[in-house]
């Protein structure tokens, strides 16, 4: 016989917003690890909170958001540790609106400055940092939000 795997280690994060459920356990706003039998299919689900929406899931580091059923992601007789985050984003929180005020402006692209520079102000909001959807917020992403409240 081969050697099988006698369980398979699911590394998941998600963000405050909503919850995510696996194996009747549930995660909120934190990173953990659940056991998963290898060889077996299941579900993982995505469940915003009020207020906010899923924006993004990501399965080894690959966006799969545009793969998921009604908020579910179907895994289908995983053989290897894999892992899964999620992103939950505000409804009343705008692209380029990295601190949440309700403007975008210069202090939006000041706050990704300081991020970049490794010192982020308190309240920032990555998911609406990163403009150009790459996952990386760099300046290009402070270039976009300026010219976004330079042409207002």
């Known amino acids: 016989l081969p050697n099988l795997k006698a369980a398979g280690i699911l590394s998941i994060m998600g963000n405050i917003g909503g919850s995510i459920s696996c194996y009747d356990v549930t995660i909120t706003n934190r990173e953990d690890e659940i056991f998963f039998n290898p060889y077996q299919s299941f579900n993982i689900s995505f469940i915003p909170e009020n207020g906010y929406h899923l924006k993004k899931v990501r399965m080894n580091g690959l966006d799969v958001t545009n793969t998921l059923d009604n908020n579910n992601l179907f895994i289908e007789e995983p053989e290897e540790d894999f892992s899964v985050s999620v992103v939950f984003a505000d409804d009343n929180i705008a692209m380029g609106d990295v601190n949440g005020d309700g403007d975008i402006n210069s202090q939006d692209v000041l706050a990704v ?15 609406a940092a990163d403009m150009n959807d790459d ?11 300026e010219s976004l409240y330079n042409n207002q």
């Not at 400055?113 to 998911?127: G, H, V």
């Not at 996952?135 to 939000?145: K, L, M, Q, R």
């Open 113 to 127: 400055a300081n991020y970049i520079l490794k010192s982020p102000p308190e309240t920032f909001y990555d998911y």
């Open 135 to 145: 996952d990386i917020i760099n300046i290009t992403d402070a270039v976009i939000i």
